[in-house]
T-cell receptor, first 113, second 116 residues
Framework: NAGVMQNPRHLVRRRGQEARLRCSPM?????VYWYRQLPEEGLKFMVY????????ESGMPKERFSAEFPKEGPSILRIQQVVRGDSAAYFC???????????FGPGTRLTVT | GENVEQHPSTLSVQEGDSAVIKCTYS??????FPWYKQELGKRPQLIID?????GEKKDQRIAVTLNKTAKHFSLHITETQPEDSAVYFC???????????????FGSGTQLTVLP
């Protein structure tokens, strides 16, 4: 059973470009969470999704950030018009529908130049 | 929403000694408390968790205790080894689990260094 997959592992974007981060949950997991981790800081919740539904996006900035988890394919976190402050590690986690334990992917390290 | 506080922020112990990390939470309805270990540049890894219907859980050298009255829970690592060196995060659900999952609120992390 493959773990949570994320790609790309590293992403470099210039200011103003778009960043797309992908996450494939563990098999059998229908819940996906995105967290952001700034250097030497903790994990901050961004958005919680189930298939075709955004359950809670209270941690995600209202502008430039969006997320989806389509019926087919990975979950995508999209950041438009990136700024230097978006540089961080973005982790995706997944959980089964009836239990709380979350398993993390390897993360995408976004660098905005 | 849930607020999780974690201390200490850094902890150094000699190899073979025990390490204890403590967290407090604010929502008395929270019922699930995981601990994650994160090595430098790696993903957070779930190492142990506890639900509110028990007071203690052990897995080899690690254990977690929960005091619901005081709203705090602790991670205990015995016989520490250099490979235990990492950042440890506690967490609690933003809303209590009730048959379905919820996002987690994380503590600020503890950098544990085990000195050989």
């Amino acid at each position: 059973n493959a773990g949570v997959m994320q790609n790309p592992r590293h992403l470099v974007r210039r200011r103003g470009q778009e960043a797309r981060l992908r996450c494939s949950p563990m098999k059998g997991h229908s819940h996906v969470y995105w967290y952001r981790q700034l250097p030497e800081e903790g994990l901050k919740f961004m958005v919680y999704l189930q298939k075709e539904n955004i359950i809670d996006e209270s941690g995600m900035p209202k502008e430039r950030f969006s997320a989806e988890f389509p019926k087919e394919g990975p979950s995508i976190l999209r950041i438009q018009q990136v700024v230097r402050g978006d540089s961080a590690a973005y982790f995706c986690a997944s959980s089964p529908p009836d239990r709380g334990e979350q398993y993390f992917g390897p993360g995408t390290r976004l660098t905005v130049t | 929403g849930e607020n999780v506080e974690q201390h200490p922020s850094t902890l150094s112990v000699q190899e073979g000694d025990s390490a204890v990390i403590k967290c407090t939470y604010s929502d008395s309805a929270s019922n699930y408390f995981p601990w994650y270990k994160q090595e430098l540049g790696k993903r957070p890894q779930l190492i142990i968790d506890i639900r509110s219907n028990v007071g203690e859980k052990k897995d080899q050298r690690i254990a977690v205790t929960l005091n619901k009255t005081a709203k705090h829970f602790s991670l205990h690592i015995t016989e520490t080894q250099p490979e235990d060196s990492a950042v440890y995060f506690c967490a609690a659900p933003a809303q209590p689990l009730s048959g379905s999952a919820r996002q987690l609120t994380f503590g600020s992390g503890t950098q544990l260094t085990v000195l050989p």
